[in-house]
């Protein structure tokens, strides 16, 4: 928004749509995007697991806003509906969301933005914690994405016993299908990935040879854009906001927003 006027119109429309996922399931999701004839870049938001929730919707409407056809698909649909904490307790109860399932959706919401007539052709995934180990994921597993932003994503790197029947493969093991330029943003405070964690992914990426730029805060732990909560760091909240419209620029082109 840096081109920004107070002369310019503003617009925006956000509801609930509805589109094919794994297993030619019907999944809902949240979309919002700007009025107007476009061409608009695109950004799937992969939620964290405490669910499809209101700081995700809010962000949704963020994307919009900053001139991007947004969409964030309820990942947990499989697990019936209700409140968000009680269909995300289901989905524990369960051993968590199957990796596989993940990745169809998500593929299918970003063939959902590109299908669009106001689209520009390019879709970046955006997620935080699960979402953001989800977003790598589906970034080394598919070709859904022209760019990726993992914030402080969880569990990219899996060892042995961490595996379990539906996460059964440690996504870092799958770098190398890495098919975009990756924005990575992390706090040194953070135990899930802790600073250790962190440098073997990008050890990792560097050695093969992928497009990637990690940006790190001494002062941040795990989940520091969540402004409703008291992990919440404002400068670093504003830094890391500043980095990630600065990549989707760049990657997917600007917007007419």
Known sequence: MDDYTTDMYEGMLAETVAFEGHGGN??????????????????????????WDEWYKEVTRK???????????NLYFSYGHGKPEEVTERMRAAGGVHDDDVVADVAGA??????????????AGFGSCSGGRHVFLVACRTRSFDAAVDCWGGSVIQRGDQLTPNAPVSPLDYAEGL??????????EDTNPSKAMVDETEAELKRLGKKYEFHRYPKAGHGFFYHHSPRYRQEEAVDGWNKVWEFLGRTLGPSPR
């Open 179 to 188: 098919s975009c330029p990756l924005l990575g943003l992390f706090g040194d």
């Open 63 to 73: 994307f919009a806003y900053h001139g991007y056809l947004a969409v964030c698909p």
């Open 110 to 123: 970003a063939a959902f933005l590109r299908s669009l007539p106001i689209s520009n052709g390019k879709v």
């Open 26 to 51: 019907r999944i809902n999701a949240y979309f919002a995007r700007p009025l107007g004839p476009g061409p608009f870049p695109g950004v799937v938001l992969v939620h964290h697991r405490p669910g």
